[in-house]
């Protein structure tokens, strides 16, 4: 499994920072768009919605609804007050991590509630990467995505190592306190090194790591809700596209709640600079 991880790893890591570094902002969003296909078509089925058809119309509503707020102008008042709803959808999310249920059953099946709440997860994430990368900079979005790799692998091996006492027991068996710690501790000198290191340095250092502390707590309640949603549906990951990882879904559950709180942060990190 952990082959598998790293060979997919060394073909998709280049390919995101070579889209990231040299795409336009447009550009990026039409390729974005096929992975906001994927993931709203991984979601219709962890929500439990109908069979085929349902499904692809809910993951190509879900998908046109991110393109029309990107290229149509009239529709881009609205991208600050999306990317804005992370910071209502992810406290109730939390909230529904903290009450469940932790399995398939009676309880579990709302495919209406889910349906409603699968945009609240795509969408701002979404949007926010194309706003960090058109306002603030592709070496940002950059900076945000290799944060959610230092600190899943600062997770994975401290949690090996040290990982006794679980996280979230119901929710993921295999997340540790100790993973946790060693995301946060991996990210501190990434931040440094990379407040230093940006072409642009338009942030205090210290607020730069205050924040990706912050943006890698608030990713892991998105990894936690995904593993919520494969666990109310029963299912191990959220797709098969990915060996080694699962679906789209389970590759950018933390960057679907990190990107808007990053892009929030970064913008008033930068206007405090």
Do not use: N
């Not at 962890?46 to 102008?73: C, E, S």
């Not at 209406?112 to 990467?129: E, S």
């Not at 210290?206 to 707590?217: E, N, P, R, T």
């Not at 666990?231 to 990951?237: E, P, T, V, Y």
């Amino acid at each position: 499994m952990l082959r598998q991880r790293i060979l997919t790893a060394l073909v998709l890591a280049p390919l995101a920072i070579a889209a990231v570094l040299y795409l336009a902002t447009d550009a990026l969003a039409a390729l974005a768009a096929l992975v906001g296909l994927v993931a709203f078509a991984e979601w219709a089925r962890l929500a439990g919605l109908g069979g085929r058809l349902p499904r692809a119309a809910y993951a190509v509503a879900g998908t046109a609804t991110g393109l029309l707020l990107w290229y149509w102008p009239p529709a881009h008042r609205w991208l600050g007050l999306l990317v804005y709803c992370a910071l209502v959808f992810w406290p109730l999310a939390m909230l529904w991590l903290a009450r469940g249920p932790y399995a398939p059953g009676p309880g579990s099946h709302r495919p209406l509630l889910k349906a409603v709440a699968g945009p609240l997860f795509v969408l701002p994430a979404w949007q926010a990467a194309l706003l960090i990368h058109a306002e603030l900079g592709p070496w940002w979005l950059l900076y945000v995505m290799v944060l959610m790799w230092v600190a899943d692998s600062g997770a994975y091996f401290s949690g090996k190592r040290w990982g006794h006492r679980r996280l979230s027991p119901r929710v993921s068996p295999g997340k540790t306190v100790a993973g946790l710690l060693g995301a946060l501790v991996l990210s501190v000198p990434y931040a440094l090194a990379g407040g230093r290191l940006l072409p642009d340095r338009g942030v205090d250092p210290w607020l730069l790591v205050l924040l990706s502390l912050l943006v890698v707590a608030i990713s892991v309640v998105g990894d936690l809700f995904v593993s919520l949603m494969k666990r109310q549906a029963g299912l191990k990951d959220s797709g098969h596209l990915l060996p080694g990882h699962g679906g789209i879904l389970d590759r950018l559950d933390s960057l679907s709640a990190a990107a808007p709180f990053f892009y929030i942060g970064l913008q008033w990190a930068r206007g405090g600079a």
